[in-house]
C-alpha cells in the first residue's frame, strides 16, 4: 500500500503484477514513479491515506503493507483493507512487533522513535482474523536482531553469522510457540 522507497512496489511490477501504490508522501509518491521509470515498468502511484481509501469496494485482488500499520489508525486501515479486497482477495502484512526484547535498544536510538510508532502485537493480528475467513502468520527474528550491527561490515562471514542465527531462531520459535510474541517481525495473511 504506502510505497515508501517504491523499491517493492517496483519488484512486483516486474513479477507483471498490475500495481497500485498509496502514499501520504507526495515525496514518496514521486520517488515512486521516477523509479518506476528508470526500471521501465508501469504502476499506478496515488496520494492517498490508507485509512481512508478511494477505491471502490472490492477493487484489489491482493493487498501488501509493510511495516505501515505503526504509523496509522490500525483499526480504520483493517477496516478499509477489508472493504476493498475482492472475495477472496489477499491481504498480506509484514510488520515490525511491540514485544521484542533484541531490537529494544535499537528503537530508544531511532529515526522512527520521533514519529511515535505504536507497534502492533501478535494477539492484535488475531483479534483481526475475525473479519476474514482464513487467517496465518510467520515470526521471524528472536534473537538474532542483536547481530544487526554485523550487516554494516562488508564481511561475507558477519553476514553467514546473522543468517544462521536468524535460523536458529526459526528453530526455537517452532520448538517453543510463546517466543513468536517476542519477535521482531510477522509476516501475517489473511484472506477475505
Not at 481512508?52 to 489508525?73: E, R
Not at 554494516?152 to 536458529?168: G, M, T
Request: aromatic share 14%.
Amino acid at each position: 500500500m504506502h510505497c515508501g522507497s517504491g523499491e517493492q512496489a517496483v519488484y512486483f511490477a516486474f513479477q507483471e503484477a498490475e500495481v497500485t501504490v498509496i502514499d501520504i508522501s507526495p515525496e514518496s509518491i514521486r520517488n515512486t514513479q521516477h523509479l518506476a521509470k528508470n526500471k521501465n515498468v508501469q504502476l499506478n502511484a496515488q496520494l492517498m491515506s490508507a485509512e481512508s481509501l478511494s477505491f471502490s469496494d472490492q477493487t484489489f485482488d491482493k493487498i501488501y503493507i509493510n511495516s505501515v500499520l505503526m504509523h496509522v489508525h490500525q483499526e480504520k486501515v483493517f477496516q478499509e483493507c477489508h472493504r476493498v479486497l475482492k472475495k477472496t482477495g489477499t491481504l498480506v502484512i509484514v510488520e515490525p512487533l511491540r514485544y521484542t526484547p533484541s531490537v529494544q535498544i535499537y528503537r530508544l536510538f531511532s529515526s522512527y522513535k520521533e514519529t511515535r510508532p505504536k507497534y502492533i502485537t501478535l494477539a492484535e493480528f488475531k483479534k483481526n482474523k475475525s473479519r476474514f475467513s482464513e487467517f496465518s502468520h510467520q515470526e521471524f527474528y528472536f534473537i538474532s536482531p542483536i547481530l544487526l550491527p554485523l550487516l554494516y561490515f562488508k564481511s561475507n562471514f558477519l553476514h553467514e553469522l546473522f543468517f544462521f542465527a536468524s535460523k536458529k531462531d526459526q528453530l526455537l520459535t517452532s520448538i517453543f510457540s510463546f517466543l513468536k510474541s517476542l519477535c521482531w517481525v510477522s509476516v501475517v495473511k489473511y484472506v477475505k
